[in-house]
Nanobody, 124 residues
Framework: QVHLVESGGGLVQAGDSLRLSCVDSERAFSRPTMAWFRQAPGKEREFVAV????????KYADAVKGRFTISRDNTKNTMYLQMNSLKPDDTAVYYC?????????????????WGQGTQVTVSS
């Protein structure tokens, strides 16, 4: 059983920063690849960033490159998303996801385990 819990969302102004966290409390499998996705109101869920267990591979959506940084602390079973220079378009529910395969997948269908999401709202 994988249990992912996100935290760190909130209401901020454009240009501000936030850091999201995702804890894998059950650690059902070793060396998971973990990712962040987001879903804005009225839109489909989309990929944001992914990081492999070894941290040797990270990928980002074009919309967040240069502003967001994904990282993880495997000793704490925790993944982070540092979000800088936030824009109103970043407003969404942010979800963390995990998969057992080492491939840094960006497709939603590749992830079986999901958290409940944390709301990020960026005002202009």
């Amino acid at each position: 059983q994988v249990h992912l819990v996100e935290s760190g969302g909130g209401l901020v102004q454009a240009g501000d920063s936030l850091r999201l966290s995702c804890v894998d409390s059950e650690r059902a499998f070793s060396r998971p690849t973990m990712a962040w996705f987001r879903q804005a109101p009225g839109k489909e869920r989309e990929f944001v960033a992914v990081i492999t267990w070894s941290e040797t591979t990270t990928k980002y959506a074009d919309a967040v490159k240069g502003r967001f940084t994904i990282s993880r602390d495997n000793t704490k079973n925790t993944m982070y998303l540092q979000m800088n220079s936030l824009k109103p378009d970043d407003t969404a529910v942010y979800y963390c996801a995990a998969r057992s395969s080492p491939r840094a997948a960006t497709e939603i269908s590749e992830y079986l385990y999901w958290g409940q999401g944390t709301q990020v709202t960026v005002s202009s």
